[in-house]
Structure formats: C-alpha cells, structure tokens
C-alpha cells in the first residue's frame, strides 16, 4: 500500500494494526468510518509473531471454570478475578467469532485440535502450526482489507492524544506522517499499540514493540495500572533477534536440560518444563547464576529428540527452519534457549 492522503477526521481512530487493533476495526459497525494506524506495515507487529496458540476451553473434557481455576493458580494470588472470568468465559466466542472470519487453525478431523502448554491442566490451546499468530493476523489484515469503512494508515508515527483543555474531552490525535505533523480529529481513539519489550536488551518482540501508546496515554493524563508485570518467556533462542521457541514445544514433549544434560527444572518446581512462565524462567535464571562462569551470556538447552520426527514436522516447521539457518538440527541436537521480555501485562486503564 503507498502513501495515502489522509481524511482529517474519522468516527474511530484505531492505533494499533496487530490482533487486538485489527479485531477491534473489524468489530465497529460498517456505518462508521474508521481510520486504522500503525506506524510500520500492517503486516508487522508482535501478534503476528506468535508461535504456539491461543488458549480457550472448547474441548467438551474443558470448561472456562477450568480455565479460571488453572489461571487464578499461575497467577499466584496476584489476578484480578474479574478480568480472569472475563477472558476465560469470553474465549470460547471469540475463538468462534476468530472462526468465521476465516482464521485456519488447525484440525484432527473435523475438530480444532488442541494441545497442551505449561500451566493448563487441559489441552486447551488452539493452534496453526507453529505460525498461529500470522495466521490470525494475515486473516484479520485481508478482512480488514476489504472493509470500504476502514482506511489503513502506514508508516505514521502517533505522537499525542489532542485533548480539548476546556473539557479534557478526547478530539483526535497526532500523527508524523510523510516527513511532517498532521493533526486528525475524531469522535472516539482507540489505543491498541501492544507492549514494550524493546524497553529490554533481550526480547522476543520486534523493534516496533516500544509502548508508544502507554507513553501516549499517560502523557494525556490517563491512568496506568500494573506497568511492573513483565512475563519473561523461558525459551528464546540464544541468537541475536532472540527468536521465541515456543511454549508448545515443551508442552509436546520437550526436555529442557543443562550443560550436563540433566533435566534441572524439576529441581525447582515439581511440574519441570510445564510449571509456569516466570517458574521456568527463574529456575533457568537461578540454575546459570549456580553454574555459568558468565550468566549473561550462557545458556540452556531445550532437547526436541523426545517428540518424534513426524510430529516436529507438522507441529513446528518454521521453528525448524530459523534453526536452520543457525546451524541448529533440531532432529539431532539440542537448541540453546535463555529467558527474554515476552510479555507486558500492564497498561492503560
């Protein structure tokens, strides 16, 4: 798409173009006319490099009261309950709305298949090879695409909510685009614009992953809640970009070991590779603080020699494929892996 002259002023600004930014676009009614933003490609964004799934309970063994239970207990007493059931009960329909709008994921016959990650006691994560995230999202991008109320802005910048001092009321927002400041009104702006794991030297996200919108919002006098909750992913790929090895492979079967080969993990919690994210990835942390000459540089290693051949095919080709390039046969060798900022589960209120 090239550069487009922009209207100077929508009924929604949507800013934001991963999952949650393009879902929102799609779900505004067709008779309002709707300005999408996103200041690289709508074809870049973190949601779209998310590997191993989204978790729902739609199995008919599952519930979302499962769901709830399994989350309140990961979460070790600090979730909000409300927000909990909200995600857990509402999965499900979304998962369903994800569906229609034509979202392949993957199937065991005519069911969605369904495999199991860390800290569910259900397979419950539904799921796209190893690419669900760019499946989601390329399907979202081409719906959105089509949409003739929503026009897709690139490559522009937001810089700051344009607040009437009078009222405090919300009339737009400004946006550096085509070298210089434009100035857009509309009646509602949604700030949809992900997290900040660039805030870190080590992150799964991609370089866009700033957290332009929380600086955005708390600027303007917005309330931020919880901004210190940052998940750390256990298993990022010790190579420069940190790719993210997901979660998935350990819930298919993969053995994370040490130096000597011995499976640590379980010396710290008794669910081994499957405890929780910040469980696992402390145990890594802790484990190279004992025996790493240098822990910021070392590593451990997740072993997929446990799953077998055929199913590392099918279940995770692209992670196959990045391995590759590095030199790395997942078939034969263990791949070394280290904690990375995945996550930022704080934000706007």
């Given at each position: 798409?090239?550069?487009?002259?922009?209207?100077?002023?929508?009924?929604?600004?949507?800013?934001g173009a991963g999952?949650?930014?393009?879902?929102?676009?799609?779900?505004?009614?067709?008779?309002?006319?709707?300005?999408?933003?996103?200041?690289?490609?709508?074809?870049?964004?973190?949601?779209?490099?998310?590997?191993?799934?989204?978790?729902?309970a739609v199995s008919?063994?599952?519930?979302?009261?499962?769901?709830?239970?399994?989350?309140?207990?990961?979460?070790?007493?600090?979730?909000?309950?409300?927000?909990?059931?909200?995600?857990?009960?509402?999965?499900?329909?979304?998962?369903?709305?994800?569906?229609?709008?034509?979202?392949?994921?993957?199937?065991?016959?005519?069911?969605?298949?369904?495999?199991?990650?860390?800290?569910?006691?259900?397979?419950?994560?539904?799921?796209?090879?190893?690419?669900?995230?760019?499946?989601?999202?390329?399907?979202?991008?081409?719906?959105?695409?089509?949409?003739?109320?929503?026009?897709?802005?690139?490559?522009?910048?937001?810089?700051?909510?344009?607040?009437?001092?009078?009222?405090?009321?919300?009339?737009?927002?400004?946006?550096?685009?085509?070298?210089?400041?434009?100035?857009?009104?509309?009646?509602?702006?949604?700030?949809a614009t992900g997290?900040?794991?660039?805030?870190?030297?080590?992150?799964?996200?991609?370089?866009?992953?700033?957290?332009?919108?929380?600086?955005?919002?708390?600027?303007?006098?917005?309330?931020?809640?919880?901004?210190?909750?940052?998940?750390?992913?256990?298993?990022?790929?010790?190579?420069?970009?940190?790719?993210?090895?997901?979660?998935?492979?350990?819930?298919?079967?993969?053995?994370?070991?040490?130096?000597?080969?011995?499976?640590?993990?379980?010396?710290?919690?008794?669910?081994?590779?499957?405890?929780?994210?910040?469980?696992?990835?402390?145990?890594?942390?802790?484990?190279?603080?004992?025996?790493?000459?240098?822990?910021?540089?070392?590593?451990?290693?997740?072993?997929?020699?446990?799953?077998?051949?055929?199913?590392?095919?099918?279940?995770?080709?692209?992670?196959?494929?990045?391995?590759?390039?590095?030199?790395?046969?997942?078939?034969?060798?263990?791949?070394?892996?280290?904690?990375?900022?995945?996550?930022?589960?704080?934000?706007?209120?």
């Open positions: 798409m090239s550069d487009i002259d922009i209207p100077n002023q929508f009924d929604v600004l949507v800013v999952a949650a930014g393009l879902y929102t676009a799609l779900c505004l009614p067709v008779s309002l006319e709707v300005g999408l933003i996103t200041k690289e490609t709508v074809s870049l964004s973190a949601s779209d490099w998310a590997q191993g799934g989204i978790a729902a008919p063994e599952d519930s979302p009261k499962l769901h709830i239970e399994d989350t309140l207990k990961a979460g070790a007493g600090l979730c909000d309950l409300n927000a909990v059931k909200f995600l857990a009960e509402q999965a499900p329909s979304c998962i369903q709305s994800l569906v229609n709008l034509g979202v392949a994921f993957d199937r065991h016959d005519s069911n969605l298949a369904l495999t199991l990650e860390a800290a569910h006691s259900r397979p419950r994560v539904l799921h796209a090879a190893d690419t669900t995230g760019r499946e989601v999202t390329t399907t979202l991008k081409n719906q959105v695409l089509r949409r003739q109320n929503i026009t897709v802005i690139q490559q522009a910048l937001a810089l700051s909510l344009w607040i009437e001092s009078q009222t405090g009321q919300c009339l737009g927002i400004s946006l550096f685009y085509q070298g210089k400041i434009t100035w857009v009104r509309a009646g509602a702006v949604i700030l997290g900040g794991g660039q805030v870190f030297a080590q992150t799964t996200n991609p370089e866009v992953s700033t957290g332009d919108g929380v600086a955005i919002a708390w600027r303007a006098g917005a309330v931020l809640r919880d901004l210190e909750f940052v998940q750390f992913h256990p298993t990022a790929l010790s190579k420069p970009g940190r790719f993210l090895i997901s979660e998935a492979v350990r819930g298919e079967g993969a053995h994370l070991v040490d130096d000597t080969g011995r499976r640590f993990a379980f010396d710290y919690h008794p669910a081994g590779e499957l405890a929780p994210r910040d469980v696992v990835s402390r145990a890594i942390f802790s484990h190279l603080q004992n025996t790493a000459s240098d822990p910021a540089t070392a590593n451990v290693w997740l072993d997929m020699r446990p799953i077998p051949p055929e199913k590392i095919r099918h279940r995770f080709p692209n992670i196959i494929a990045v391995c590759q390039r590095w030199g790395i046969d997942v078939f034969n060798q263990p791949i070394p892996v280290s904690p990375a900022a995945h996550y930022w589960m704080g934000g706007i209120i």
